[in-house]
């Protein structure tokens, strides 16, 4: 989704995406002049709401490539619960914008944020510090019926609420202060943030392969949450 150099180039490009999937986006947007979170709704049988969104900058514009492809994976079969398919607005304030505009009735039926940060630069991996147990359990699940290994979920070289920067091989990952992720927490949302890297390696490479197989996990771990009961 590198497309130009400027966010603008790389938010029309993912509409462009959107719009060939046959999604209606609706954009929230802060204030006039803003960049906008894309939000792509599949309506499910029941009002739970899964969330499933990436940023659209930095290091997540090929993660965020990917949800209008997840979109028509999972658009292929009925789903119980509807699903938002969000494309983040940057530095974490996404999350907060697409919280904040839902009724408080609307914030009590989400049921599960996934969040999708850098993938395609090696194994599937957690974030240390915001794992949600049984969204990790199914992840393990989906993972094991496609043959995906996803290395154990690392250690947060801090307190369980991750206030300072990682450090060492983990120093790239979202601070909490920036997450999208966070906001979902602090309203009681089960959250998995799941990105890529064996956590070792300063400067990995891309690997389409990798990436492709990431993109699979996501759509059947999704589908998997879908399927257990509101």
Request: with cysteine; aromatic share 8%.
């Amino acid at each position: 989704l590198s497309v130009g150099n400027g966010r603008s180039a790389r938010l029309a490009a993912l509409r462009r995406l959107f719009a060939a999937t046959g999604c209606a986006i609706e954009e929230q947007r802060a204030s006039q002049g803003q960049m906008p979170n894309l939000v792509c709704t599949l309506a499910g049988q029941l009002p739970d709401t899964i969330v499933l969104g990436g940023s659209f900058y930095g290091d997540g514009d090929a993660s965020a490539a990917l949800l209008p492809s997840l979109y028509e994976s999972l658009a292929a079969a009925p789903r119980r619960h509807t699903l938002k398919i969000v494309a983040f607005t940057p530095r974490g304030r996404g999350g907060i914008r697409f919280v904040h505009a839902l009724s408080p009735a609307a914030r009590k039926q989400l049921a599960a944020m996934v969040h999708v940060g850098p993938l395609g630069y090696g194994p599937p991996q957690t974030h240390p510090v915001n794992a949600d147990d049984a969204l990790r359990c199914d992840l393990m699940t989906a993972a094991r019926a496609l043959g995906v290994t996803v290395p154990p979920r690392p250690i947060a070289p801090t307190g369980d609420q991750g206030q300072a920067p990682f450090a060492g091989p983990y120093a790239w990952l979202p601070l909490t202060g920036n997450a999208h992720w966070l906001t979902f927490r602090r309203a009681g949302v089960p959250v998995i943030s799941i990105h890529s890297g064996d956590g070792k390696t300063v400067a990995p490479r891309f690997d389409f392969d990798a990436y492709y197989a990431q993109y699979r996990l996501l759509s059947v771990f999704v589908a998997l949450i879908d399927s257990r009961e509101a």
